[in-house]
């Protein structure tokens, strides 16, 4: 692959979040991949962090606020670690509030790099929010399934990305779920050289959410990557004979 000076950066420096057209007129695709992501890494995972953690953070008040005149609600905010939400969720499974505490303790460990205990953890938030009607309950519910792919993704496991095609393609779940679960599926699809794959998500993400979401810029980043992923994989047409 061609060196490139900015390679030498570190990691952290936010001039590499600057697309700049000019390198990508001579690269060949491992380069413009690679300059995409060191490009644009930082600000999709800060961009991830803040939504998913102002997600958790509002919801969880919403219902500590609710529910702190309850038993339960003074239980659960008495929890001041991770062992004590674990406690929590345990001895309230099903609970609305169980499955928020779960959702914290996930969290860190995922933060913390444990990611088999992460994915247990999400699995066991998805069940506390399994028949929940309410909107905001089901998008907890969602990202509980998103992080719960996401985490197996990262471990590796046989099949995972089928639990960010379920969220991908549920017409409930909020554009800043759905999205990333599309703009990663297009990403990983991309580095598997997969691109027919990589366009669809890249399409879908046109046709099923609102012009303005929040993963909008690092769809059109990616696209300015590989400008062929904008373009629509044709069906086949059922009236022209197969040859011989």
């Known amino acids: 692959m061609a060196e490139d000076s900015s390679k030498q950066r570190p990691p952290d420096d936010d001039r590499n979040l600057v697309v700049v057209d000019d390198d990508f007129i001579h690269a060949d ?6 300059l995409f992501w060191q490009r644009n890494q930082t600000v ?18 919403h219902f500590w606020q609710i529910a702190r ?6 239980s659960y905010i008495a929890c001041q670690d991770d062992n004590a939400r674990r406690a929590f969720a345990a001895e309230n499974k099903g609970e609305v509030l169980a499955g928020v505490a779960l959702l914290e303790v996930a969290d ?22 399994k028949n929940a009607e309410a909107p905001a309950l089901k998008a907890l519910g969602t990202r509980a399934k998103l992080y719960a792919a ?17 969220v991908a393609n549920d017409p409930t779940a909020p554009d800043t779920l759905r999205g990333y679960a599309m703009i990663v599926l297009a990403n990983n699809a991309l580095t598997q ?11 879908l993400m046109d046709k099923r959410l609102r012009p303005s979401n929040v ?3 690092d769809k ?25």
Do not use: M
Request: glycine share 8%; aromatic share 8%; proline share 6%.
């Open 29 to 34: 695709a491992e380069d413009k991949l690679w």
């Open 44 to 61: 999709i995972i800060r961009g991830t962090t803040a939504v998913v953690i102002g997600l958790i953070s509002f919801l969880a008040f």
């Open 69 to 74: 005149q309850s038993s339960l609600g003074e």
């Open 108 to 129: 860190n460990l995922r933060k913390n790099n444990k990611l088999t205990e992460a994915a247990q953890a999400y699995d066991e938030a998805v069940l506390s929010f």
């Open 150 to 166: 996401l985490t197996k993704v990262d471990l590796g496991q046989a099949g995972a990305e089928a639990g960010l095609v379920v």
């Open 193 to 203: 050289g997969d691109n027919a794959s990589a366009a669809k998500w890249i399409n």
């Open 215 to 217: 993963w909008a810029a």
């Open 220 to 244: 059109n980043w990616l696209v300015r990557s590989e400008p062929g992923l904008l373009t629509p994989i044709a069906a086949p047409n059922p009236e022209t004979p197969a040859s011989p």
